[in-house]
């Protein structure tokens, strides 16, 4: 079992940056590849960004590619969203999720634990 704590959101201008954090619990931490979804109001929640196990590879979607990096530090098994240049439209609650199989990808049924969500909100 793997519990996911997420944390770092807040309330900022548009054009301003965040760090969102997610930090779980359990030795495996280093062998789950992590992601990061988001859920505005009214909205499916959708993909954000993944990283593999060892950080070596990463996956965006088109949304915030350029603007987000996602990173990750096994010695404390935490996962990390970096979000620049932030827009009114990447306001919602972000969540994280790992998985335990080889995928690195946007479907979220891949994904087999979650985090209780951040908000984050931008404003104009």
């Known amino acids: 079992q793997v519990q996911l704590v997420g944390s770092g959101g807040d309330l900022v201008q548009a054009g301003g940056s965040l760090r969102l954090s997610c930090a779980t619990s359990?030795?495996?931490?280093?062998?789950?590849?992590m992601g990061w979804f988001r859920q505005a109001p009214g909205k499916e929640r959708e993909f954000v960004a993944a990283i593999s196990w060892s950080g070596g590879s990463t996956y965006y979607a088109d949304s915030v590619k350029g603007r987000f990096i996602i990173s990750r530090d096994n010695a404390k098994n935490t996962v990390y969203l970096q979000m620049n240049s932030l827009k009114v439209e990447d306001t919602a609650v972000y969540f994280c999720?790992?998985?335990?199989?080889?995928?690195?990808?946007?479907?979220?049924?891949?994904?087999?634990?979650w985090g209780q969500g951040t908000q984050v909100t931008v404003s104009s």
């Open positions: 999720a790992a998985c335990s199989r080889r995928y690195l990808g946007g479907n979220r049924r891949e994904y087999d634990y």
């Open positions: 359990g030795r495996t931490f280093s062998t789950y590849n």
